[in-house]
Each structure stands twice: as structure tokens, then as C-alpha cells.
């Protein structure tokens, strides 16, 4: 009866082949809809600052909107026309730059890399490629880290013994400790 019972056990939670096909499957579509979306997010971007371009060059006042929905995207990344002046550079904390590692609340953990362009890159679990750009910057006694939907991650300052904590935009715990 034993016997009977562990073979029951183990069968009932081990994988078919078909349940392993379906896995399979399904990251193939996964990593299909990130590239697909990856390449579209960067073609409406580049539209879009062109847009931006000559909204400035035409002084029209839906530059700004523009300027803010391209921040949703990632750093700007548009030239100066001549005799315009050039857009502040996001105010950043040199003791940021680098990589950290990120754990939240139930323990999931992320790579999370400060780049000195206003860049962070976050990378999930054990992956090797990032697959979240976003932007950060100083704000008060804040780091804000705002991801590429608009919402916005923040850590408290001062950075203490190379660790630093905050929320995510979620409002879930969030702790970073310098790679």
C-alpha cells in the first residue's frame, strides 16, 4: 500500500512531457511579445522625439507634454536645435552609479544597475540581460527610479554603509546593498 502511495504521490506531481512542451511554449511567446514590444517601444520613441524636435524648433507649447511622455521611455535622448537651451540633466548621486542588489518583499531579488547617464537597468533574479530600462535622478532626499509605464520606485537617502531602502511603486519594501 506504501508503495502504491508514493508512486501516487510522485506521479501526481511530476511533469508530463506535454506540460514541459506547454512551459516551452508559452516563454517562446513570452520572450516574443518582450522583443516585439522592445522593438516598438523604441521605434515610437525615436518618432517621438523627432516630434519633440520640431515642437521646440516651433516653440509650440506641447513640447513639455511631449518632453514628459518621452521620460516615460527612457532618458531623452534629443539634440539642442541651435540657439535653444539644452534640457537640465537629471540631478544624480555619484554614490549611486554601479551595480546593486535588490531584494523585495517575499524575498524576490533583482540586479539593479545605476548608470551616470540617468539609465538603471534592472535584471530579474539570475537572468543575464536586463529587461527593464528606466531613469532615476535625485529628488530631495530621494532616489526616484521611474519605469518605462511612469511609475516610480523610491529610495530614501542617505545611503548607509553602502545599503539604502525604500518602496516600490507598489508601495512593497524594498532593500538595495552595493555589488
Request: proline share 6%; charged share 30%; aromatic share 8%.
Amino acid at each position: 500500500m506504501a508503495a502504491i502511495s508514493a508512486w501516487w504521490c510522485a506521479s501526481a506531481f511530476a511533469e508530463t512531457q506535454f506540460e514541459k512542451d506547454m512551459k516551452a511554449l508559452r516563454d517562446q511567446r513570452d520572450k516574443g511579445v518582450s522583443d516585439a514590444t522592445k522593438a516598438l517601444n523604441a521605434h515610437y520613441q525615436q518618432a517621438l522625439e523627432q516630434v519633440y524636435r520640431r515642437a521646440v524648433a516651433a516653440k509650440d507649447p506641447s513640447a513639455e507634454a511631449i518632453k514628459t511622455e518621452l521620460a516615460t521611455l527612457g532618458p531623452l535622448r534629443v539634440d539642442t536645435p541651435v540657439g535653444q537651451e539644452a534640457p537640465k540633466p537629471p540631478q544624480l548621486l555619484k554614490s549611486m552609479v554601479g551595480k546593486w542588489k535588490a531584494v523585495h518583499i517575499g524575498n524576490f531579488r533583482e540586479t539593479w544597475e545605476f548608470k551616470d547617464d540617468g539609465t538603471c537597468e534592472i535584471t530579474k533574479g539570475t537572468a543575464k540581460t536586463p529587461d527593464t530600462k528606466c531613469t532615476w535622478s535625485k529628488v530631495k532626499e530621494t532616489i526616484e527610479v521611474k519605469y518605462p509605464d511612469g511609475k516610480i520606485a523610491a529610495l530614501d537617502l542617505p545611503v548607509k554603509n553602502g545599503k539604502i531602502q525604500g518602496s516600490t511603486p507598489g508601495g512593497g519594501g524594498l532593500w538595495l546593498t552595493k555589488d
